[in-house]
């Protein structure tokens, strides 16, 4: 019969039915980080338990560490440093490769790990991180879990999961001029909510997807857990097996024969359905920018900030309400009068190389407000360096911005890192939830593109005002 792509990955990987609806489940692949990875091994070390396949789990130095130059093992959290020694230490013990500070593969998890090849097409991957589902912009089955399921794994190299329904988002027609990966994620969540993918794998399809350059789908894959679902896949084409090839880790010689072979299959064949299928016409997507403190909060750049009395729900409305409240807005305000602090580009949802490229070309010739303090951190050693062969970080230090070490910075607070309190400021980052980049920091999520004019304008702007 006609398998989805998810129906497909699934069964490769299925050892055997449990009970529930649960299944237990093959991993290929497992990708640590020193906050929530330190844990993991950790546990693993109190309770004697050896890993079982450590050539087969990796881990990096991101989520805590500074990202300002001259960094050490001293971190802007307290007791940070004792994560990252921590880490090195146990991954040492167990024998697992670590790109740490200093290490010319070092990056945020989700960055690394496609761009060495550790994650592949139709392999199985997990991080105790929830955008690990990033990957499934080149096909592979990718989840976040907890440090609990994370030592089960690291044990056994299986887990035992509820098998997900299936979802198929169909991005119909064309892309508008200056629309992004990240506004097509944003609009499909401002459309059905963060809880429209719960329960679901949802695959992300149609022509503007399949125009999408790999990074980018990786910006689609990355939020699908903002959207709920377990977990966001794009179906193997040429562009995959073009990023694919010269990994470090990847197959090379016959194994690469092989292994293309088998991604060529990786695909939802004609006729397969799914347990739900969502439609969006591409031309009514703009650039977009959130409002609130949820993904969901969005709208265009153009539009003005709705009102909460125009909701039926209670309970919306009130959400609303309270978001307004902590941002600081007021509903009918034009969203291009709101006036910014800071800006920010960066994170596993847009710090890759043709992030930082769009956002450089912009920049070009043009200077970030007076009153706004930018700052651009590369998603990993590697991109940082490429981007520095190409001139970009001369771009963004001449337009206003600080060029950083690679790490997951003011993605999130939990290192540190913050423009401070009531500080307004527009992100290249997947959530912007009440203090997600420090107490009281306002945070409206964007493009790349985004950022950068918005920043050269001081106010919200689309790139081309």
């Given at each position: 019969?006609?398998?989805?792509?998810?129906e497909?990955?699934?069964?490769?990987?299925?050892?055997?039915?449990?009970?529930?609806?649960?299944?237990?489940?093959?991993?290929?692949?497992?990708?640590?980080?020193?906050?929530?990875?330190?844990?993991?091994l950790k546990?693993?070390?109190?309770?004697?338990?050896?890993v079982?396949?450590?050539?087969?789990?990796?881990?990096?130095?991101?989520?805590?560490?500074d990202?300002?130059?001259?960094?050490?093992?001293?971190?802007?959290?307290?007791?940070?440093?004792?994560?990252?020694?921590?880490?090195?230490?146990?991954?040492?013990?167990?024998?697992?490769?670590?790109?740490?500070?200093?290490?010319?593969?070092?990056?945020?998890?989700?960055?690394?790990?496609a761009?060495?090849?550790?994650?592949l097409?139709?392999?199985?991957?997990?991080?105790?991180?929830?955008?690990?589902?990033?990957?499934?912009?080149?096909?592979?089955?990718?989840?976040?879990?907890?440090?609990?399921?994370?030592?089960?794994?690291?044990?056994?190299n299986?887990?035992?999961?509820?098998?997900?329904?299936?979802?198929?988002?169909?991005?119909?027609?064309?892309l508008?001029?200056?629309v992004?990966?990240?506004?097509m994620?944003?609009?499909?969540?401002?459309?059905?909510?963060?809880?429209?993918?719960?329960?679901?794998?949802?695959?992300?399809?149609?022509?503007?997807?399949?125009?999408?350059?790999?990074?980018?789908?990786?910006?689609?894959?990355?939020?699908?857990?903002?959207?709920?679902?377990?977990?966001?896949?794009?179906?193997?084409?040429?562009?995959?097996?073009?990023?694919?090839?010269?990994?470090?880790?990847?197959?090379?010689?016959?194994?690469?024969?092989?292994?293309?072979?088998?991604?060529?299959?990786?695909?939802?064949?004609?006729?397969?359905?799914?347990d739900?299928?969502?439609?969006?016409?591409?031309?009514?997507?703009?650039?977009?920018?959130?409002?609130?403190?949820?993904?969901?909060?969005?709208?265009?750049?153009?539009?003005?900030?709705?009102?909460?009395?125009?909701?039926?729900?209670?309970?919306?409305?009130?959400?609303?309400?309270?978001?307004?409240?902590?941002?600081?807005?007021?509903?009918?305000?034009?969203?291009?009068?709101?006036?910014?602090?800071?800006?920010?580009?960066?994170?596993?949802?847009?710090?890759?190389?043709?992030?930082?490229?769009?956002?450089?070309?912009?920049?070009?010739?043009?200077?970030?407000a007076?009153?706004?303090?930018?700052?651009?951190?590369?998603?990993?050693?590697?991109?940082?360096?490429?981007?520095?062969?190409?001139?970009?970080?001369?771009?963004?230090?001449?337009?206003?911005?600080?060029?950083?070490?690679?790490?997951?910075?003011?993605?999130?607070?939990?290192?540190?890192?913050?423009?401070?309190?009531?500080?307004?400021?527009?992100?290249?980052?997947?959530?912007?939830?009440?203090?997600?980049?420090?107490?009281?920091?306002?945070?409206h999520?964007?493009?790349?593109?985004?950022?950068?004019?918005?920043?050269?304008?001081?106010?919200?702007?689309?790139?081309?005002?």
């Amino acid at each position: 019969m006609p398998k989805t792509l998810f129906e497909k990955l699934w069964a490769l990987h299925q050892i055997s039915d449990v009970e529930n609806g649960e299944c237990l489940i093959f991993i290929d692949r497992m990708f640590l980080h020193e906050r929530t990875g330190s844990i993991a091994l950790k546990g693993l070390e109190d309770e004697a338990r050896a890993v079982k396949s450590p050539q087969h789990i990796f881990c990096t130095i991101d989520h805590i560490v500074d990202t300002t130059v001259g960094r050490g093992d001293e971190t802007l959290m307290p007791n940070g440093k004792e994560f990252i020694v921590s880490t090195r230490q146990s991954a040492q013990s167990a024998g697992i490769r670590l790109f740490d500070i200093g290490d010319q593969d070092q990056g945020i998890s989700h960055v690394v790990s496609a761009e060495l090849g550790i994650a592949l097409p139709g392999s199985t991957l997990i991080c105790p991180d929830s955008h690990t589902c990033t990957l499934g912009g080149i096909g592979a089955l990718a989840w976040g879990v907890g440090s609990t399921e994370a030592e089960h794994a690291m044990a056994t190299n299986t887990l035992r999961i509820k098998k997900p329904k299936t979802m198929m988002v169909d991005f119909r027609g064309k892309l508008n001029q200056g629309v992004t990966a990240k506004d097509m994620i944003l609009h499909l969540i401002s459309r059905h909510g963060t809880m429209g993918g719960s329960g679901f794998a949802v695959e992300f399809s149609g022509q503007a997807v399949s125009e999408l350059g790999i990074e980018a789908r990786f910006t689609l894959c990355n939020m699908a857990v903002e959207f709920s679902a377990f977990t966001g896949l794009i179906a193997v084409d040429q562009s995959t097996l073009n990023y694919i090839q010269e990994r470090k880790f990847a197959p090379k010689g016959k194994d690469l024969e092989k292994a293309i072979t088998h991604w060529n299959t990786l695909h939802t064949d004609i006729g397969a359905e799914f347990d739900r299928t969502i439609t969006i016409q591409c031309e009514e997507i703009k650039p977009t920018v959130t409002w609130g403190t949820s993904p969901q909060h969005a709208i265009s750049i153009e539009d003005e900030i709705p009102h909460p009395k125009q909701e039926t729900s209670s309970i919306t409305a009130n959400a609303m309400t309270r978001a307004l409240t902590y941002m600081d807005l007021s509903p009918g305000m034009p969203m291009t009068s709101v006036k910014l602090d800071a800006a920010f580009i960066g994170s596993c949802t847009n710090a890759r190389l043709s992030d930082l490229r769009a956002a450089a070309q912009y920049l070009q010739d043009k200077t970030v407000a007076p009153w706004v303090s930018a700052v651009c951190v590369p998603g990993s050693t590697q991109v940082k360096v490429a981007a520095e062969a190409e001139g970009l970080d001369k771009i963004f230090l001449a337009a206003g911005f600080e060029w950083r070490e690679s790490g997951c910075s003011m993605c999130f607070y939990a290192g540190g890192e913050t423009f401070g309190k009531h500080k307004r400021v527009i992100s290249t980052t997947n959530r912007n939830f009440e203090g997600r980049q420090g107490p009281g920091t306002r945070t409206h999520l964007a493009s790349p593109l985004t950022v950068a004019a918005s920043a050269c304008k001081g106010y919200i702007a689309a790139a081309e005002d």
